[in-house]
C-alpha cells in the first residue's frame, strides 16, 4: 500500500520543492520505491531542481488525459536507483488537473511505488487543493517568519476540511512541521521565531528544522538535491527529517548558533 | 546578551512582537474557520431587514456562533444610531 504525502505550505517560496526533492531522495536512498510529482501546473520547477529539466517528454497532464502512458511520463533518477519523477505540465492551465484525473493517477502509480510525494504548487487554489486532497500525510513547509506561519495554519484548517480524509470521514491527515530558513544566531538575538515558537502556534508535531544554509542555493543551482550534500548542515537535517518520517526517534540538530568566544560575547550583541 | 544590553533601555524583541501578533491573528482566523458558510449571508440579509426600518452601516450589525458542547449560540449585535426620527 502506496502512502501518499503533500510537500504544502500556502506561501510560496519557503522551500517546498527543495523539501520534496530531498525527502524523495531520501526515502529512494532508503531502497522505497518513491515517485516524486510537480503539481504546479503552469510553473513546472521541480525537473529543474532534480536536474531532469532536458529529460522531459511527456507531463503529469499528458497522462491524465491519455495523451501518454505514465511509463512514458515517468523520469527515472540518474542517482538513486529507485526514484522517479513525474513531471508538471509547462503550457496547460491548473484546470486541467481534474479531481478523477489526479485519483486515476495516484491510484495507477500507488500499485507498484512505496511512497508518492506530491509536490504542491504555493497558494490555495485548486493545484493545492488537488495536491492535498488525496494525502495521506502531509509536510507543512514554513519559514520562521509571520506571513509563513500564518499561510501554514490556513493550509492546516484546509487539510482539516477539504482532504479526502476529513471528507470521508477517515483517520485525518497525519500533520508534520518542517521549518526552513532557520538562523539561530538570529533567534538569539530576538530577531527570529524560534523553533517553539512556531511550534506553540501552529501546535503540530515537529519533523525537523533545516538551518539556512548556503549549500541549499548551491545545490539547486546543479540540480543536485541538498540531502545528497551528505556532509552538509542541511542535508544531514534533510536526513534525519526522512528518520523522523519514518518513524525513527532523533534527536534535533542545528538548533544552537555556533559558540562565540569570550570577547565577542561581550562586546558584541 | 552582551554586557552592553545591560544599559540599554529593554525593548521588547521583535520576534517576541511577531509571535504574540501571530497568536492573536491565528487564533482569530481558526474561530472563522469553524463557522458556518451560510453566516456571512446570514449577515447581509440581517442588515437588509434592519434597514427596511432603520438607517444602519454595515459594521453595525455582527453575527458570531459560539458553539458549546450541547448547544450552539448565535450572537447577533446591532449598534442604532443616536438620534432616532
Do not use: W
Amino acid at each position: 500500500m502506496a502512502k501518499i504525502i503533500v510537500v504544502t505550505s500556502g506561501k510560496g517560496g519557503v522551500g517546498k520543492t527543495t523539501t520534496s526533492a530531498s525527502i524523495s531522495t531520501g526515502l529512494a536512498r532508503r531502497g522505497f520505491k518513491t515517485v516524486v510529482i510537480d503539481f504546479d501546473v503552469g510553473l513546472r520547477n521541480l525537473d529543474l531542481i532534480m536536474n531532469c529539466e532536458r529529460r522531459v517528454v511527456y507531463d503529469f497532464v499528458n497522462v491524465i488525459q491519455g495523451e501518454a502512458s505514465l511509463n512514458q511520463a515517468l523520469i527515472k533518477d540518474k542517482r538513486v536507483e529507485t526514484l522517479y519523477i513525474l513531471p508538471a505540465s509547462q503550457t496547460r492551465e491548473k484546470e486541467a488537473l481534474t479531481q478523477e484525473g489526479v485519483e486515476r493517477v495516484l491510484n495507477e502509480l500507488a500499485e507498484t511505488f512505496d511512497y508518492i510525494v506530491c509536490d504542491s504548487p504555493a497558494g490555495i487554489e485548486h493545484g493545492a487543493q488537488m495536491a492535498l486532497y488525496y494525502a495521506d500525510e502531509a509536510i507543512v513547509v514554513t519559514n520562521p517568519e509571520v506571513s509563513s506561519v500564518r499561510d501554514s495554519d490556513r493550509i492546516l484548517g484546509i487539510l482539516q476540511s477539504k482532504s479526502r480524509r476529513s471528507e470521508m470521514g477517515l483517520d485525518p491527515v497525519k500533520e508534520h512541521l518542517l521549518l526552513t530558513r532557520y538562523n539561530p544566531d538570529r533567534v538569539d538575538r530576538g530577531e527570529m521565531l524560534s523553533v517553539g515558537d512556531v511550534e506553540e502556534i501552529l501546535a503540530i508535531p515537529l519533523l525537523g528544522v533545516i538551518p539556512e544554509s548556503q549549500i541549499v542555493l548551491n545545490a539547486s543551482n546543479q540540480g543536485m538535491p541538498v540531502i545528497l550534500e551528505n556532509d552538509s548542515d542541511a542535508g544531514q537535517a534533510y536526513e534525519d527529517a526522512v528518520g523522523r518520517l519514518l518513524g525513527e526517534e532523533r534527536e534535533h540538530r542545528f538548533l544552537t548558533a555556533a559558540k562565540k568566544g569570550f570577547f565577542s560575547r561581550m562586546f558584541k550583541g | 546578551m552582551s554586557f552592553f544590553d545591560y544599559f540599554k533601555s529593554k525593548k521588547k524583541s521583535t520576534a517576541s512582537v511577531a509571535k504574540e501578533r501571530l497568536q492573536i491573528i491565528v487564533a482569530h482566523e481558526r474561530g472563522m474557520r469553524d463557522q458556518p458558510d451560510y453566516l456571512p449571508q446570514l449577515q447581509q440579509e440581517l442588515i437588509a431587514v434592519i434597514r427596511k426600518y432603520v438607517q444602519i452601516d454595515d459594521d453595525m450589525v455582527q453575527v458570531e456562533l459560539d458553539r458549546n458542547e450541547d448547544c450552539s449560540v448565535l450572537e447577533l449585535n446591532v449598534t442604532l444610531p443616536e438620534h432616532q426620527p
